[in-house]
């Protein structure tokens, strides 16, 4: 008989009135309350994930640093898996599960939250894809979008679904569900064929390399999140950034209205969250049943 599950009391949160963001006045307490008023629908995205952390203890505008591996200051709401690393020993990785841990990494100056393309359930099997269209100097933004509809129209034809995220910043994600089985070599070099056939077929618009001397006037497709231990931003997410931008969800329909990806900030976000009537990427959970196309 399975354990009834104990009930925690939310993390005290410790200087809530320091600012996070300063252009917009934002503190911690509203970062929290973000969090908390956006929860049912980030943790979908984020729980039983292995985490990397973009901590910013000095707010948005200071120093921030990347985590990945537990420690038992994060909380207890934050929890450890043993995962093999590249030198094949083993480290403890960091997951959460619920709003309790959502909330334990926002007290400890948490901003960002990357999880991996698989869960702790099946950690050798990624079961999504992600296209990061970040646009180099000169690119403008209505040709980001088409960019990330082009990404759409490849994947359809091979087979598909897929669905747009703004990243936050300055660029598009999109994102396929796939059923697990592949590895991450495979799913990997899947998404590497893609961005490098867009990239080979129109020069003057993609380029699949993540060269700087490259990137003036075209955009990079960025393919290398799909690797093993690899991430990238979850849905809902703040970024770490003058603006307080979020990596917001969005129909397809709705891309074309707009104007920047990074439109969603905090405020506009939550108020997001509260008025949906149904979720920006209704279909997801029967794209989950997709598999990955065979290439070649």
């Known amino acids: 008989m399975a354990r009834p599950r104990r009930e925690r009391e939310p993390p005290r949160l410790t200087s809530p009135d320091k600012v996070v963001y300063a252009r ?17 629908r980030l943790l979908p995205q984020v729980a039983r994930r292995p985490l990397s952390l973009l ?27 043993a995962l093999r690393e590249q030198d094949g020993g083993e480290a403890d990785y960091l997951y959460i599960e619920d709003v309790e841990g959502l909330l334990a990494l926002v007290q400890m100056n948490t901003l960002e939250l990357h999880p991996w393309g698989a869960t702790i359930d099946d950690l050798e099997h990624p079961d999504r894809l992600v296209f990061d269209l970040d646009p180099g100097p000169g690119v403008g933004w209505k040709a980001v979008i088409a960019g990330a509809r082009d990404v759409r129209a490849r994947l359809r034809a091979l087979g598909l679904e897929s669905f747009a995220r703004l990243s936050g910043g300055k660029g598009v994600h999109v994102v396929a569900p796939i059923r697990p089985g592949p590895g991450w070599d495979e799913a990997k070099g899947f998404c590497e064929a893609v961005a490098g056939a867009m990239a080979a077929q129109r020069p003057d618009r993609y380029v699949a390399t993540a060269s700087k001397a490259r990137r003036r006037g075209v955009i990079f497709i960025d393919w290398l999140r799909n690797g093993r231990g690899a991430t990238s931003v979850a849905s809902w997410s703040l970024r770490a950034r003058e603006g307080a931008g979020v990596a917001m969800p969005v129909r397809w329909e709705e891309l074309g209205r707009v104007a920047s990806g990074d439109q969603y900030d905090l405020r506009r976000a939550q108020r997001r969250a509260a008025s949906l009537r149904t979720d920006p990427w209704r279909g997801w959970a029967q794209a989950l049943r997709q598999r990955l196309p065979r290439l070649g």
Do not use: W
């Open 24 to 40: 917009q006045g934002i503190t911690k307490r509203q970062v929290a309350d973000y969090y908390r008023a956006v929860a049912a």
């Open 55 to 81: 901590r910013c203890p000095d707010g948005a505008g200071g120093p921030c640093f990347f985590q990945k591996h537990h420690a038992d200051a994060l909380g207890e709401g934050v929890h450890a898996v």
